[in-house]
């Protein structure tokens, strides 16, 4: 399987669901297999919050392959020799396409607080621009989790003709305050910090050991990934080794991995990027430019495949039930499923759980639109 | 009912369960009705982690009365005129109790950082001093939430002459990885907040505003108080009526409660007092220092009133039933009882939801002992 990484410049205007105009903007994304010459066998793959466009295979020199390898590859359930798997970086993110540290012509200068606030519908739009000129009209399928299952949705709803199949992992039709929540800490965590400067900090300066802020705010993040029994499991009461337990700071092996997974995530990420994006996801509501979702849900010509997970605490199984329950008012039972995974892993089960899922996502490419 | 505010003195050395001394030291109390000519009236109740000795009542000039006012009063579930109840600030805490402020005898300067770690052991030993003080050896019950329900088990296993009746809500056995992480978030925040000074802040420059650090802290808090439910109820997803959707820090009404309990949290508590109380409640482990939860249980012999609330994400009612099951295991099923409350409410439901606790608090109370 071989991976194509690229940049594309738009220099067309981008009108913002608030008003606002983004312009020019570059997207940057990555293909893995090849489009076949009616250009229909694209599968296009969202990704989550704090991802990249890097979904599968391995770089030179990489420990790691991309977060979704498990099942996008040669074989695997997104079968790259059958499908050419797209996946973009999205606005307002930080690995290539146009977010708050991007300059804003005509000047040199980033935007940064600058930057317009971009919504999911946004974020859908910009893609729309890039597969116009891929010339993929029409998409074999759209697939994505967390806020890659919001922007699979929204491409249901605002955009109905584009794919027969739309599937959608851990998501919601409208995030709920519980979400919301836990993304404030991280929201203030990074707006108090004197490093962060309001928004004036030296990238390269940050970068070099990440703010603290940031990796505070994504432990609370970590926290809604995992669950009380995926964190017992993983973790139980196990003290660190080398920490005393009479020790004001000695920590538990659940602290250590926290301030692990912290200080990693605020080296490599940006944070007006973050600011950015957990804004465009607490703002999610698919209901919002509709009556009501059996408004918005009536749009839907494509056929549904809405996974949800037990063990989900940031994203309750609940709201995806909700949407399968919609469609099934509306008459439109033939058009959506919903599949329950039984899982204890909390929001991150739909990155790890993947043998639970594959099957599923494979049915639901194969089956006729 | 008349309040009655006190502070003792002791200079007798508290040894501590990690080996330390604590010497002398302060316990600030208060109590609700008369105890009786043979001192056996006596109902111990111990608060959570950030509440205090003002369990009921309301003192002059005060808006809001104590924190368990619904419960605790002349003819309510906790009768002041049959019981003499008994509210006791926790060691480590800063309402009058000695904590890492207090000063460091024989210097008049405070622990701060030099504070020994106490555990739910030592807050409890030291509350024995008190009780004896008072001439008080047996109560007639001990009850508490949360933290205070730590407070309450460990009563029942390590003082099991102590009272007949012991009742724990919305607490566990063994704090877990789920409750610790939430904690993480505080600790970190104020230890990286260069307002805390490595501990060495001015108290009263502090105060004025608060550490917003430490408003961060009780933000991640107030989500472990609350649920997806609750949190949807109460707030959906409501906008601050002044605050813009597109603009960046526009808030939904979820933020601005978060913001307003952290910040005045804030301004009432101290910092370092924090720090030592989740700590404390971080490594409470009902078993520590026996063989395992049937060895700790084994020495019970008050009858144990176990309330777990459905919607706790902190504490979760399976942990209380596991004390439950523990007990019967060990052929004490008389002696153990477990009543599983519905709520929504998350772990605030002890303070909240009274009218679905006050009928089994009541009878607990009466029950033989």
Same mark, same amino acid.
């Given at each position: 399987?071989?991976?194509?990484?690229?940049?594309?410049?738009?220099?067309?205007?981008?009108?913002?669901?608030?008003?606002?105009?983004?312009?020019?903007?570059?997207?940057?994304?990555?293909?893995?297999?090849?489009?076949?010459?009616?250009?229909?066998?694209?599968?296009?793959?969202?990704?989550?919050?704090?991802?990249?466009?890097?979904?599968?295979?391995?770089?030179?020199?990489?420990?790691?392959?991309?977060?979704?390898?498990?099942?996008?590859?040669?074989?695997?359930?997104?079968?790259?020799?059958?499908?050419?798997?797209?996946?973009?970086?999205?606005?307002?993110?930080?690995?290539?396409?146009?977010?708050?540290?991007?300059?804003?012509f005509p000047s040199s200068e980033p935007y940064r607080l600058k930057f317009p606030v971009v919504t999911i519908t946004?974020?859908?739009?910009?893609?729309?621009?890039?597969?116009?000129?891929?010339?993929?009209?029409?998409?074999?399928?759209?697939?994505?989790?967390?806020?890659?299952?919001?922007? *699979?949705?929204?491409?249901?709803?605002?955009?109905? @003709? /584009?794919?027969?199949?739309?599937? !959608? %992992?851990?998501?919601?039709? &409208?995030?709920?305050?519980?979400?919301?929540?836990?993304?404030?800490?991280?929201?203030?965590?990074?707006?108090?910090?004197?490093?962060?400067?309001?928004?004036?900090?030296?990238?390269?300066?940050?970068?070099?050991?990440?703010?603290?802020?940031?990796?505070?705010?994504?432990?609370?993040?970590?926290?809604?990934?995992?669950?009380?029994?995926?964190?017992?499991?993983?973790?139980?009461?196990?003290?660190?080794?080398?920490?005393?337990?009479?020790?004001?700071?000695?920590?538990?092996?659940?602290?250590?991995?926290?301030e692990y997974n912290g200080h990693n995530f605020s080296k490599r990420f940006d944070p007006l990027s973050y600011l950015?994006?957990?804004? *465009?996801?607490?703002?999610?509501?698919?209901?919002? @430019? /509709?009556?009501?979702?059996?408004? !918005? %849900?009536?749009?839907?010509? &494509?056929?549904?495949?809405?996974?949800?997970?037990?063990?989900?605490?940031?994203?309750?199984?609940?709201?995806?039930?909700?949407?399968?329950?919609?469609?099934?008012?509306?008459?439109?039972?033939?058009?959506?499923?919903?599949?329950?995974?039984?899982?204890?892993?909390?929001?991150?089960?739909?990155?790890?759980?993947?043998?639970?899922?594959?099957?599923?996502?494979?049915?639901?490419?194969?089956?006729?639109?």
């Amino acid at each position: 399987m071989k991976i194509r990484t690229k940049t594309e410049h738009f220099t067309n205007p981008l009108y913002l669901e608030s008003g606002r105009i983004l312009e020019p903007f570059d997207l940057t994304y990555e293909t893995y297999g090849e489009l076949n010459a009616d250009k229909s066998n694209a599968v296009v793959v969202c990704h989550a919050l704090t991802g990249s466009h890097h979904a599968a295979g391995r770089y030179e020199n990489e420990t790691k392959p991309g977060w979704w390898d498990g099942i996008i590859g040669d074989g695997k359930a997104i079968d790259t020799t059958r499908y050419c798997v797209i996946c973009v970086n999205t606005l307002g993110s930080c690995f290539g396409s146009t977010g708050p540290m991007s300059p804003r012509f005509p000047s040199s200068e980033p935007y940064r607080l600058k930057f317009p606030v971009v919504t999911i519908t946004d974020m859908v739009r910009a893609q729309r621009f890039l597969f116009d000129r891929l010339g993929i009209h029409k998409a074999h399928a759209v697939i994505g989790g967390s806020l890659g299952g919001m922007q *699979a949705l929204c491409f249901a709803i605002e955009h109905p @003709n /584009f794919s027969g199949r739309i599937i !959608s %992992l851990a998501s919601t039709y &409208a995030t709920q305050p519980w979400a919301i929540a836990f993304n404030k800490i991280a929201m203030e965590a990074v707006l108090n910090d004197p490093r962060f400067k309001e928004g004036q900090y030296d990238p390269k300066e940050i970068q070099e050991d990440g703010l603290v802020s940031l990796a505070l705010g994504r432990m609370a993040g970590h926290i809604s990934f995992l669950s009380p029994d995926s964190m017992a499991k993983k973790f139980g009461r196990n003290y660190v080794d080398t920490d005393g337990l009479y020790e004001l700071f000695g920590r538990f092996q659940v602290e250590r991995y926290l301030e692990y997974n912290g200080h990693n995530f605020s080296k490599r990420f940006d944070p007006l990027s973050y600011l950015y994006i957990i804004k *465009a996801m607490n703002i999610f509501d698919a209901t919002r @430019n /509709f009556e009501s979702l059996h408004d !918005s %849900l009536s749009h839907v010509r &494509a056929k549904l495949t809405l996974i949800g997970f037990r063990g989900d605490l940031l994203f309750l199984p609940e709201e995806m039930a909700t949407i399968k329950k919609t469609m099934d008012d509306l008459g439109r039972a033939h058009l959506a499923e919903y599949i329950e995974i039984d899982s204890k892993y909390g929001h991150d089960a739909f990155l790890v759980e993947l043998d639970k899922i594959d099957m599923h996502i494979k049915r639901a490419l194969e089956a006729k639109a």
